[in-house]
């Protein structure tokens, strides 16, 4: 079930199109990552979908209510963290939250300390947040977009500033909070390694336009994979790949050939080099990333 439909969603400010006909669904207990060079709209789409600035053209629909039509309805559904979780640092972590339940009515004080407990700051909520650190305040920005219950998740740099442990501890929350409370959770960041091992699906957005939507495994594992085979007479071996693998993408890379192969290929080269009598020191995959994937889309984009 799609919780979150952004329909032909556009954004014209001072007569430029900031995003061109933008379209994409988030799943129910999905994490959907939102990724995009700097200045490619991502922010922009994260504001239109929580009502922080107006729709031009198209619509978005949060739970199957109507951002523009019934936007009351629609942004009750949501939780939400654009950029940083502002808290009054003078009160404790529980006096900020007790003070955001007050907004919303049946919010008890039990379901306050269930949403605590939920985020891991059981034992430091009755603390000032002037002590909190950076990681634990973007748990408490967390708990707070929670307490509502909401359906649908939307998080803008949720990690921004936070060292390895923190970063761990909210992608943990976030895939649990997906799978145990069927949940819709859309993430922007740049920090392309977290977002391979938090998300399901990933979209990427530049220019205004969504470019790619994939799952994780496909936009990775779809890749020609690359190898580096360490040879003693790389140039005679260079020349052997190219007259028998012609479609494969070879070079000399300092100490190595480097060359995108099918894994039927290697051991193929390995019998020619053998004929040849040229030593093979070691052949070696290179696993790409997500980054680097996401690097090859956006510049090719860029470059047509």
Known sequence: MS???IKNVSKVIKGKKIIDSLSFNVEE????????PNGAGKTTTIRMMVGLIDISEGDIYICEQSVKKNFEKAVQHIG????????????????????????????????????????????????????YSL???????????LLHDPKVLILDEPTNGLDPAGIREIRDHLRMLARNRNMAVIVSSHLLSEMEMMCDRIGIIQGGKLVDVQL???????????????VN??????????????????????LYIEGTFSKE??????????????????IKKISKTLEDRFLEVTRGEEEA
């Open 3 to 5: 919780l979150i439909e």
């Open 29 to 36: 207990g999905e994490v959907f990552g939102f990724l995009g």
């Open 80 to 131: 939400a963290i654009v950029e940083n979780p502002e808290m009054y640092k003078f009160l404790s972590g529980y006096h900020n939250l007790l003070h955001y339940a007050r907004m919303t009515k049946g919010i008890t004080k039990e379901k306050i300390m269930e949403v605590v407990e939920l985020v891991g700051l059981t034992d430091r909520i009755h603390d000032k947040v002037r002590t």
């Open 135 to 145: 990681g634990m305040r973007q748990r408490l920005g967390l708990a707070q977009s």
């Open 216 to 230: 994780v495994k496909d936009f990775v594992g779809n890749m020609e994979q690359m190898y580096e085979i360490e």
């Open 233 to 254: 007479r790389k140039d005679e071996a260079l020349k052997l790949i190219q007259k028998y693998f012609p479609q494969s993408k070879a070079a000399i890379n300092d």
């Open 265 to 282: 290929d290697i051991p193929a080269i390995i019998r020619k080099f053998v004929e040849r009598e040229i030593d093979i020191y070691g």
